[in-house]
């Protein structure tokens, strides 16, 4: 078991971003998460935190609600700042905004989901029945989920809090990444699935159980 990642060091983390105004390695500036932590830090942390520890998509996306009504109060309405073409749903962000969409895209083959639509009921009825799966593929697809509506939320913060803008292709680059990283932290047994699995994602170093 992972050790649990306190409050403290979610916060210095996200404070700790070289100088002040250079963006740190996710395009994040040090002022936007000062800016976003008054508002919504407790927020970032539990959702950080059960993210990281168990990957669980469902606490993320209730706190990112709350994280909405928070800011815009549960009956402000605001134009989606993806796509600026629909209202800002839940449903919208998660993922049938254009912008979305097209993250989704760029990330659901790498995890055997080419055939789930971008509609979140969809995405959660294909995900229940293999929730408890230890394998591979499994508790990579759940990953990226998580990773994704989390990306797509933190660029939506960016464009409110710092009006910065980046195409769908580095958010699905950052998805990625951020479910390699997270995968190196787990142990899989050495079969088969998971050599080709890791080859494909071309990640290494990677500890295994030993066979029993
Ligand atoms: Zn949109």
New binding site residues.
Partial sequence: MVRRVTEDEIKDAMFSIAGNKAPGPDGYTSVFFKKAWDVVGKDVCLAIQEFFQNGNVTFVLDRILQWNRKVHGSMNQMC?L??Y??LETHE?LFFQ???SDKVWNLVRSKVGMNMVDERWDDIVEWLIPRAKSRAIRMVASRLVVAASAYGIWRERNARFFSNRVRPPEQISEIILDTVRTKLISFKFKANNDVRSFLEEWKIDGVEFFNED
């Fill in positions: 989606c993806l796509c073409a629909n919208h905004c254009s912008y």
